[in-house]
């Protein structure tokens, strides 16, 4: 097989691909952070005095942890419009569900880290005069994220990755770009290898400051 | 009249009582040595007095104030404000240390001072620079606490609580988990403390300091407080036959000189 490559075309697409890995960063960020405060937000829940609360974010996390991304963005796309007379934009209908969907994933990762910490953090805090809410925030929740940073850089990934199934709904992201440059010149090879080395660079980004803020936090311990 | 008060105290804990109905007024500027075996509850009542413990009955005050309602049922009930605000006036230092690890020395002090109090940043931070300076740690302020010495920690630990401007300082073996040739520095510290007329509640197994700094001593034994008095009353001259069997138990125990440093 000798396929003759050629990627001088895709140049006349370069605004196409710029807009479309834009979209993707822009979608994901939001993603990244509507899902961590989720996150925190469910883990504080979890570790509740309150039953009730605790109830709550268990429900939660085995609800959206177990469907799939793609189930529950088509769900979000075509049932609500349905059930609420309501349609959202692609780009709302997306970041709802994929933070939904990774809150529950950033929950567990900062429940396992806050439940590692020494319980006299939390008693050095109250006995402080701490309210809860600061306990949690200022003490016992920086510590937990220095401490899952990895697990939480694996999740910021996975989010990345996942954000290419809002192509399905043709929400114009890097990957839906992709496909229609592939569609109008039939040269599906060149436009997919471009978009997926463009992605991984991305994403190689994203692991290089993980690494510096572990390095950097590492100093404190 | 007392600054901090416990009346008849008692905790349990699922079957087991552990304090017994406890006793204890510390007047204003008083440093009370808490002696007792292991086991005998002295870690409860102290963190009965802030509130770490629930007391199961009984009542706490504060410069005379009681804390806490109690509902028609007779039992006590504390609102979480209410709680919060007794925890800013009693300051607590812990065997561990328990500082915060992701803070540099200058923050572990600053921090509650900044979230609790609401003071401005540079008001908290001229507050924990003066107590730093107390605890004899001023050029240390911008490590973080894992480069400390175990005696350092405890100090900085000491300058976080005093930082609140507390009534009360209640110590639960704040010396346990040093090596030896740091405890020194630590009870110096103590010691200080003591002398500037700070209301201080001391649990500690280092019975000359006991001697040297407290104004009383008390023994609890199995949750009741059975001898109380003077150093002197206790340590040397002690009535009952547990606090002697306890003074036998401490065989290292010599009395030290007045004018021997702590
Ligand atoms: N949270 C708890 N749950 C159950 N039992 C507890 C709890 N805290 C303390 N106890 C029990 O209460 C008793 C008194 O404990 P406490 O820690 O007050 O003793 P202590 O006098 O401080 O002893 P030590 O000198 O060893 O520190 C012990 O039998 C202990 O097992
Ligand atoms: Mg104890």
């Not at chain 2, 639960?172 to 040739?181: C, H």
Request: charged share 20%.
């Amino acid at each position: 097989m000798t396929y003759k490559w050629d990627f001088s075309f895709l140049w006349n697409y370069r605004h196409v691909l710029a807009e479309g890995l834009l979209n993707t960063v822009y979608l994901s960020l939001t993603v990244l952070a509507c899902g961590l405060v989720l996150g925190a937000v469910l883990a504080a829940a979890r570790i509740s005095r309150f039953a009730t609360l605790r109830a709550v974010g268990s429900v939660y996390v085995e609800l959206f942890r177990n469907v799939p991304a793609l189930v529950l963005l088509f769900w979000f796309f075509y049932t609500i419009p349905v059930l609420t007379g309501i349609q959202n934009g692609r780009f709302l209908t997306a970041a709802v569900a994929f933070s939904l969907y990774s809150g529950a994933y950033f929950c567990e990762i900062l429940r396992g880290g806050i439940q590692s910490i020494d319980r006299g953090q939390w008693e050095a805090s109250i006995a402080l005069g701490m309210t809860f809410r600061t306990v949690f925030g200022s003490i016992i929740l920086p510590q937990a994220i220095r401490r899952t940073l990895p697990a939480l850089t694996n999740e910021a990934i996975e989010v990345f990755k996942i954000s290419a199934v809002a192509a399905t709904i043709a929400y114009p992201d890097a990957l839906y770009q992709a496909k229609l440059i592939s569609d109008t010149e039939y040269r599906p090879v060149e436009v997919y290898t471009v978009i997926a080395v463009l992605l991984t660079a991305i994403i190689l980004v994203l692991s290089g400051l993980s690494y510096a803020l572990e390095y950097k936090f590492s100093k404190s311990n | 009249m007392s600054m901090i008060a416990a009346r008849n105290i008692h905790k349990s804990f699922q079957s087991q009582d552990v304090l017994k109905g406890v006793d204890l007024d510390i007047g204003k500027g008083e440093t009370v040595v808490l002696l007792g075996a292991s086991g005998s509850g002295k870690s409860t009542l102290l963190r009965c007095l802030n509130f770490l413990e629930m007391p199961t009955s009984g009542e706490v005050c504060l410069d005379g104030k009681r804390v806490g309602t109690p509902d028609a049922g007779g039992r006590m009930r504390y609102s979480e404000t209410e709680l919060c605000q007794l925890r800013q006036r009693v300051g607590m230092v812990f065997q561990q240390f328990n500082l915060f690890p992701h803070l540099t020395v200058e923050w572990n002090v600053m921090i509650a001072q900044r979230k609790v109090l609401g003071r401005s940043e540079a008001q908290a931070r001229e507050r924990a620079r003066y107590y730093l300076e107390k605890v004899g740690l001023a050029e240390k302020i911008n490590e973080y606490p894992a480069r400390l010495s175990g005696g350092q920690q405890q100090r900085v630990a000491i300058a976080r609580s005093l930082a609140m401007e507390p009534d009360v300082m209640l110590f639960d073996e704040a010396t346990s988990a040093l090596d030896p040739e740091l405890v020194g520095e630590v009870l110096q510290t103590m010691k200080n403390l003591s002398g500037e007329g700070m209301t201080m509640l001391i649990v500690t197994h280092e019975l000359g300091f006991a001697y040297n700094v407290a104004h009383r001593i008390v023994f609890l034994h199995e949750g009741t407080i059975i001898e109380e008095g003077t150093p002197d009353e206790i340590l040397v001259h002690p009535k009952s036959e547990r606090t002697k069997a306890f003074l036998r138990g401490h065989t290292v125990f010599r009395l030290p000189q007045p004018e021997e440093t702590a």
